[in-house]
């Protein structure tokens, strides 16, 4: 691969050169932050609860771990993760600042206040010391990143020693008939009602987009791998319109 092919990447199905799609994503995210909750259910039909509840079901929190969860957005799995867990600690991670102030406005920021964290950052280039943290949570998050293999690297450096990954992610559904219905779906409804309810089209359409460059179950799998983690394994939701990813650093 030359140079210059090294220097691109994809943002929804354009080109463009991997300096600018940090900045790219940062715009999607600002602009639909405000209304990011209330599409989240729209465009799913409330199932992405169901969903980050199977994450939680997998993941089993205990008591007194430590949570980061990066592109945490408005902080649904952390919140999830602290109510499951009793006591501990979670670190909302995003890229897009606007994103965390709205987190910070819902109730469950409030009643958890002394158990969260709010940072703005990299999911390329956390923050954080080596081995600081029980769990890695990104959800919905990962297919945004410039290069996934450097945010898996930095998840792995930032666990600790028997900490747990996972990864929520959309994916690739095995039965092309469905999986054919589904991009009807995505590319011809989700981008009209981004328009309608958060006067946003193209946002929507670069979601849409976006899912369908994301590697498949299989190849992700091999990249959490080739990241260091072990016990590796997927769980497809919904058929495989979602998937569960899951590691640890043994």
Known sequence: MSDDEQKTTHFGYQTVPETEKAGRVQGVFNSVASRYDVMNDAMSMGIHRI???AM???LAPRVGQKLLDVAGGTGDIS???LKRAGRGHATVLDLTEPMLVEGRKRAEAEQMAGSLDWVVGDAMALPFPDNTFDVYTISFGIRNVTRPEEALAEAYRVLRPGGRLMVLEFSQ??????????DRYSFNVIPAMGQVIANDRDSYQYLVESIRRFPDQ???LQMVRTAGFEQAKYRNLTLGVACLHSG???
């Open 79 to 81: 919140f999830r993760f």
């Open 218 to 220: 299989e190849t992700f």
């Open 173 to 182: 559904i095995p039965n092309p008939g469905l999986q054919w219905a589904y």
């Open 51 to 53: 969903w980050k509840d």
């Open 56 to 58: 939680m079901d997998w």
């Open 248 to 250: 640890w650093k043994l």
